[in-house]
Structures are given as structure tokens and as C-alpha cells.
T-cell receptor, first 112, second 113 residues
Framework: EPEVTQTPSHQVTQMGQEVILRCVPI?????FYWYRQILGQKVEFLVS????????KSEIFDDQFSVERPDGSNFTLKIRSTKLEDSAMYFC??????????FGPGTRLTVL | AQKVTQAQTEISVVEKEDVTLDCVYE???????LFWYKQPPSGELVFLIR??????QNEISGRYSWNFQKSTSSFNFTITASQVVDSAVYFC??????????FGQGTTLQVKP
């Protein structure tokens, strides 16, 4: 069964460093998303992406964040200058249309 | 504004007991979808069910059943004869006219042997 994959599973970085989180969505899916979950809290929407552009973003998704689909398979989230409060689990998701979203296993980001 | 409320933070049951997880939502959209996701201790988010706003039929899948009541804006989830493997955090989520999912705070279910 096809699934969303994410790498790395855990990323540790120093405050102020740039990180890139990578995702490979399910191959026939057209919509891509990033969510984050601060430890012990609910899952929060960051951004959705369709047809090579952002279709919606939350107030969390400020200028420090960017997304890209550099090729036909990868979908990346870049944080330019990480802050302590960026420490969270980041989930990538994809959907065929704007229907059921299937999530990857997540990347745990730890900012020191 | 859209909102999902899961009032039960934690529930603890003994194996084989039935348990119901509550979900109440708010939306002004006339068309919307409701979801349940399971987050086991390993951390991934596993899709369980999707319901659209026009379909109020209850659904049963094995030991799982869902009760959608538009009149009370609720979408409750019942596990019958719970098992230790059901121990997880369960999230209810809402999707309105935009693509994003709005999640509730989650209910941690602990099933003891």
C-alpha cells in the first residue's frame, strides 16, 4: 500500500540554523500539506500546496518558512533560522483531491 | 470560526470494556468533512474514517463505530470490546471549504490488561 515517507525521522539543530525537512507524498496525489505538533499538544496546520504554489497558509507559517516541490516526487519544508519554539513533530500529508489526507510518520525537530 | 472540541483529555478502561470518545465541532460551512485519526505511541497519524456533512448514517467497522449527529454537531467514536492495542491518542478533525484540517486536542485512551 502506498504511503507518505519523511526524512529524517529526527533532526537536531542549533538555534539560528537552517533545516530542510523532506517528504515524498503518495505518487498520484495532487495536494500536499505540512502540519506540526508541539509535544503533547494538538496537530496544527502550517501550509497547503497545489499545482506548484501555496494554496493556503496559517499565521504560524511566517517568512521563516518556505515550501518547495523541487522535482516530481519530493516536497520540502525549509525553516531558515530555527528558534527554540520550532521544536516539534512535523508531519507531511497528501491527498488526491481536497479529501482524505494521509500522513507521513513525521520528523521530530529538536532546536537547541 | 471553525473549532473541534474533544472534552475528554484522558480515558482509562480495562480490556474488553466499551469506550466512547466524544467530538463536538463548530463550523459555518454548509459542506464539510469530519475525520478521526489515531496516533499510537510510535507517533504516526493513522486515518480511521471520513464522514461528509450530508451523510449522517452511522458506520461500523469491526469493533469501531461512529455516530454522526448534525443536530448536536457531534461525531463520536465508540470502540467495542477494547484491546490493549487500542491504546493511543485519538484526534477528531474537521475540514471545511478550504483544504486544511482543524484538529481537536486529542483524547488519550489507555486500555489496561
Amino acid at each position: 500500500e502506498p504511503e507518505v515517507t519523511q526524512t529524517p525521522s529526527h533532526q537536531v539543530t542549533q538555534m539560528g540554523q537552517e533545516v530542510i525537512l523532506r517528504c515524498v507524498p503518495i505518487s498520484n496525489h495532487l495536494y500536499f500539506y505540512w502540519y506540526r505538533q508541539i509535544l503533547g499538544q494538538k496537530v496544527e496546520f502550517l501550509v497547503s500546496f497545489y499545482n506548484n504554489e501555496i494554496s493556503e497558509k496559517s499565521e504560524i507559517f511566517d517568512d521563516q518558512f518556505s515550501v518547495e516541490r523541487p522535482d516530481g516526487s519530493n516536497f520540502t519544508l525549509k525553516i531558515r533560522s530555527t528558534k527554540l519554539e520550532d521544536s516539534a513533530m512535523y508531519f507531511c500529508a497528501s491527498s488526491v483531491m481536497r479529501d482524505t489526507q494521509y500522513f507521513g510518520p513525521g520528523t521530530r525537530l529538536t532546536v537547541l | 470560526a471553525q473549532k473541534v472540541t474533544q472534552a475528554q483529555t484522558e480515558i482509562s478502561v480495562v480490556e474488553k470494556e466499551d469506550v466512547t470518545l466524544d467530538c463536538v465541532y463548530e463550523t459555518r460551512d454548509t459542506t464539510y468533512y469530519l475525520f478521526w485519526y489515531k496516533q499510537p505511541p510510535s507517533g504516526e497519524l493513522v486515518f480511521l474514517i471520513r464522514r461528509n456533512s450530508f451523510d449522517e448514517q452511522n458506520e461500523i467497522s469491526g469493533r469501531y463505530s461512529w455516530n454522526f449527529q448534525k443536530s448536536t454537531s457531534s461525531f463520536n467514536f465508540t470502540i467495542t470490546a477494547s484491546q490493549v492495542v487500542d491504546s493511543a491518542v485519538y484526534f477528531c478533525a474537521l475540514k471545511g471549504n478550504t483544504g486544511k484540517l482543524i484538529f481537536g486536542q486529542g483524547t488519550t485512551l489507555q486500555v489496561k490488561p
